[in-house]
């Protein structure tokens, strides 16, 4: 869900103008989602991981190179699969808006083209084919609920969108989202032509799904309907991540949603105000009480509404403290998304809008801490699947996974000050320190520094 800045009224004005115009310019307007073509690209055999694997990692193209198009997200491949990831997310690669727009990437123009500013579609094939040969599915972000006034739909069918009482087009109520305009979902053509846009993508360019933005705005039975359609497509297991938290999106057929209240937790836990530790459970069981078995929340630190804001070295507390949070979300039964950037400590806001590029060479310590966690979360079953049994303490959150072959135990330090840690009598005893190998004897205290973490297992 995009945070959007105030747009004058006097913009909006000349939205109207335009939509006046429509008429005048009839010759000019097409429709962007015409019915897909037949397939051009043939199934590659790739299947993306199954969802309780997945490790997933936001991309923000303009921020990631300093080329800041989809070749620069190729030549990362292999630092985004070496840092553990199988599931890259890429934030809109369409054409942006003119209209009452500010630049927004959520603001689409045409949704079955690629951004000339990050090439065409010849290159996402090529991201796409590439990213399938090192095991790394690609989904796309989706922009449902709105597009941007100077589409294309908007000239040709401006019964696609919600009028008011006035018979004006009008941006999503509720909302200061000037820069975009409603689409109305009773409107049986304009779902139609969205689901057709969507297939255009998983058809042309073998793409694996899509992290589908303003879930929540969206109808159920629209993402009933089109999930269907999508998975319809034969020979492709896609990933279908609603940004939202409805619990009616799992039986639309969405995998995962966002944890926004986990996110809301764990602020509040490692940030100024300082809650129980215990907060992060209470929260995990309500987020899942409504959940379906198989279904998971998307779990994280940040991404690029957060970042836009504060990243986590703000948020949290500096370098270790973005790493403590790291840890809880990437080990407490979510499926753990990293956003670009974060992995080499990116301090200041500038580096997500477009103005700096990601410094890769930064914090070579976070970038191997965070190697480190992801891939012993990947190698180790039982940290993904297993059992969860939660410990409670002010300052510290301790939990185990278990299954019958292993056990992972799970010791954070919240807190920015060195903390004593009663232990519990079921995490006494001998371990293994999952990150280096070295064997770890638990007693009935155990100090710890400043954000520290253990990752234990036997």
């Known amino acids: 869900m995009k945070k ?88 809109p690669i369409y054409p942006v808006g003119v209209v009452n727009s500010f630049g927004s990437v959520y603001c689409v123009k045409d949704y079955t083209s690629v951004r000339s500013s990050l090439g065409n579609i010849d290159n996402l094939k090529t991201l796409v084919t590439t990213a399938h040969q090192k095991g790394i599915a690609v989904i796309l972000d989706w922009v449902a609920n709105h597009t941007s006034w100077d589409n294309a739909w908007i000239y040709a069918h401006p019964e696609w969108y919600t009028h008011n009482t006035n018979g004006q087009i009008i941006s999503p109520a509720g909302t200061n989202w000037n820069d975009v305009a409603d689409l109305d979902y009773s409107n049986a053509a304009m779902r139609l032509a969205m689901i057709d846009a969507m297939k255009y993508w998983v058809i042309n360019a073998n793409i694996d799904g899509f992290r589908c933005d303003a879930a929540d705005y969206v109808p ?7 999930n269907t359609a999508l998975n319809a497509i034969p020979n492709k297991q896609l990933i279908l991540l609603a940004e939202g938290s409805r619990s009616d ?15 809301t937790t764990e602020k509040n836990i490692f940030g100024t105000t300082q809650n129980g530790a215990a907060g992060f459970f209470t929260t995990n069981t309500n987020e899942y009480a409504a959940i379906p078995e198989g279904k998971k929340k998307l779990r994280f630190t940040t991404n690029h509404d957060e970042s836009n804001i504060a990243t986590p070295i703000n948020v949290y507390g500096g370098k270790n403290g973005a790493l403590a949070a790291s840890v809880v979300a990437i080990y407490l039964q979510g499926v753990p998304l990293l956003y670009s950037g974060q992995e080499v400590g990116v301090a200041d806001v500038a580096t997500y809008n477009g103005t700096n590029t990601i410094d890769w060479t930064a914090n070579n310590d976070m970038l191997t801490a965070y190697t480190n966690l992801l891939h012993f979360y990947n190698s180790a079953t039982t940290a993904r699947t297993g059992t969860l049994t939660s410990y409670n303490d002010l300052n510290v959150v301790a939990f185990t996974k278990t299954t019958t072959a292993q056990q992972v135990a799970v010791i954070v330090n919240t807190r920015n000050t060195s903390q004593s840690f009663t232990v519990p009598t079921a995490l006494q005893g001998t371990w293994t320190n999952a990150l280096t190998g070295d064997a770890v004897t638990i007693g009935t205290t155990l100090p710890l520094t400043a954000f520290q973490y253990l990752i234990l297992s036997k």
């Open 4 to 91: 959007i800045l105030h747009v004058s009224k006097s913009l909006l004005i000349i939205a109207s103008f335009f939509i006046l115009q429509a008429c005048s310019k009839s010759e000019e307007a097409t429709t962007a989602a015409a019915t897909p073509s037949t397939p051009v690209i043939t199934p590659d055999g790739f299947v993306p991981a199954a969802t309780q694997d997945i490790v997933m990692y936001e991309i923000n193209p303009t921020a990631l190179s300093t080329s800041k198009d989809l070749q620069g997200i190729i030549n990362r491949l292999d630092n985004i699969k070496a840092l553990g990831i199988n599931t890259i997310w890429i934030m």
């Open 220 to 226: 159920y039975d629209f993402w009933s309907q089109a």
């Open 249 to 263: 999106h799992f039986a639309a057929g969405f995998q995962m949603n966002f944890a926004w209240d986990y996110l």
